[in-house]
């Protein structure tokens, strides 16, 4: 032995105790994984906690997770609030078990701060498939996770991926900006409207109908519901990506989704089947999925540089820069200048 | 005539044109400032736009500025939809103008895409003031622009703080995180809540409890007025960081603010006078105007930072390494470290 390992030891405490503990959590971590794909529910829960909650073992988890995903159809569903999201959720798992695939479903609420197994309140019919080995539910909070939705929905979505599921449903809970973020992670969006509720002049507001793969008019027994196919077909009659040569046509799909009833969800899953086709054959899901993969770099990346801002927070260096702003002897522009040279 | 400036010319044509740019825009920029500061609101509009979106005169502008600000208290009003903060605003302003003050007002619509001189539909009894030049009245959007509200409200006090104003108000439209960030942004928070609102309930849930400076239950002719006040009395005597020595406890005050009765509001503005002087008194203020700033700074540093990770995602660097973890051959962390060590 040489003293180098020596002088490295002094360096770093207990070197053997570290090299302990990696070794440790990488056969966990591996075990985990391992357990995942094998259908393993609780090691699945385990794996999305690990990255949700950015612990140590998150880079871990990543690099081991990665090499298997690939194969599932991410499905995001958005709407206004009503227009029976989680009825169609619903409908759409037992519609795919049916298939005998193996479905994932994420419930994201951006605005609630809780967050993990706990299934949300108006979502308890989903333990009709609590018993089902095939089906892995989770509602996530994004609100105060870093960088929201663009953070850890991904690291779920992988989590997922990696487990074998053959579509990963993504629903969102609430409205606003995050119904475009959750369009942004799917490789197939459905847009749910719903007769009389004036969704389709809010979704072509809100940007949503640019976003569209498939529209679904819920509650199409309702009176109104063939004129909102129609107002549906006129606005995309009106151009934009979908008219380009070669494009996805979003087709308009009528479902009535309610406890008891799944009619027209079989059209809407074999739709979804296609549009996973043309992603293939188009090359738009490999467009996607590189988009996907650049976002969530871009966000990591953020995050690390947030961190090292928090450390220089901490110390002095932001306190003098601001106080120099403040005093009227800097501005912000030339301090953000300094700031970044520290970093 | 060395060769030197033959070469740098190469490098960089046209210089004569670029130094005849800076010089017009330099001067132009001089002259707005000081036209803003003798109270036109054409310039104080125009610098406003210029900070707003991010023009290329901004850094000049924020350094023409900075030497000037300091003056203005910026009182936030936040509360939830329908508990009057639009026609507290007003309220104040005729208070204010009573009293010979200048005043800001900043109406930030955190949902809406537009911005600009325009004003709000349900603002328009705010033309009251129209003719009257120490009243600026600005709308503005934060969805859509770098960083949102954090970015954009601070240059737009800037503006109004060294055109004079002694008050700037700023109010949010609309629910939810901006309410807190509004906050953030102020010397003065006033919480609104309006009877059988469940207001008090919904502050605390919010945080916003923790942030007011001065409670207004407006409203208060109507049923449940004196409860909804020994709710909020109740709710802060629980603690928090208005239990500390020294510390400031928000008066909770009582208006009736309506289009043609402001009963109450002198109390308001007398509360929002002692809030100020008690800001300078105990250091507060300070600490609050250099936490700010260090926001700003961290703000500016951030979408620079973004805009470097847009110049590299136009080239192929960032595609490549998407690609990479697409194919499964990377995973998003390590190339999030690519990333950085490529800026």
């Known amino acids: 032995m040489s003293e180098a390992p020596e002088a490295t030891a002094v360096?770093?405490?207990?070197p053997a105790a570290v090299a302990g503990r990696r070794g440790r959590r990488a056969a966990d971590v591996g075990t985990l994984v391992q357990r995942a794909r094998e259908g393993d529910a609780r090691s699945v829960a385990r794996l999305i906690s690990l990255v949700e909650d950015a612990s140590p073992a998150l880079r871990e988890v990543a690099a081991a997770l990665t090499p298997h995903t690939g194969h599932a159809q991410v499905v995001g569903l958005t709407g206004s609030p009503g227009v029976g999201k989680s009825t169609t959720t619903t409908a759409l798992v037992r519609g795919l078990r049916a298939e005998g695939k193996r479905v994932g479903v994420l419930a994201v609420d951006p605005s609630s701060p809780f967050s993990g197994g706990a299934l949300l309140g108006d979502r308890v019919r989903m333990q009709d498939h609590a018993g089902d080995s095939g089906v892995y539910i989770r509602s996530m909070a994004s609100r105060g996770h870093l960088g929201g939705l663009a953070w850890a929905t991904p690291q779920a979505l992988r989590v997922l991926d990696a487990a074998g599921c053959d579509v990963v449903l993504v629903e969102t809970v609430g409205v606003g900006q995050s119904e475009l973020e959750i369009a942004s992670l799917a490789d197939t969006t459905l847009v749910l409207v719903a007769p009389g509720m004036g969704d389709g002049i809010q979704a072509a507001k809100a940007g949503i109908l640019e976003v569209a793969d498939v529209f679904v008019v819920n509650k199409a027994?309702?009176?109104?519901a063939d004129q909102t196919v129609?107002?549906?077909?006129?606005?995309?009659?009106?151009?934009?990506?979908?008219?380009?040569?070669?494009?996805?046509?979003?087709?308009?799909?009528k479902t009535v989704a309610a406890r008891d009833t799944d009619n027209g969800i079989d059209e809407v899953l074999a739709t979804i089947g296609k549009h996973r086709s043309w992603l293939e054959s188009s090359g738009e899901g490999q467009r996607r999925r590189t988009e996907r993969a650049a976002r969530e770099i871009e966000a990591i990346a953020l995050a690390a540089i947030r961190g090292r801002m928090g450390d220089v927070h901490g110390s002095a260096a932001l306190g003098a820069l601001a106080e120099a702003v403040v005093a009227g002897v800097s501005d912000p522009f030339r301090a953000a200048?300094?700031?970044?040279?520290?970093l």
Chains 1, 2 share one sequence.
């Open 221 to 224: 027994d309702r009176d109104g």
């Open 11 to 14: 360096q770093t405490p207990a």
């Open 230 to 253: 129609r107002d549906l077909r006129y606005m995309l009659s009106l151009g934009g990506r979908h008219s380009e040569a070669g494009a996805w046509r979003p087709p308009i799909c």
């Open 337 to 342: 200048d300094e700031l970044l040279a520290q």
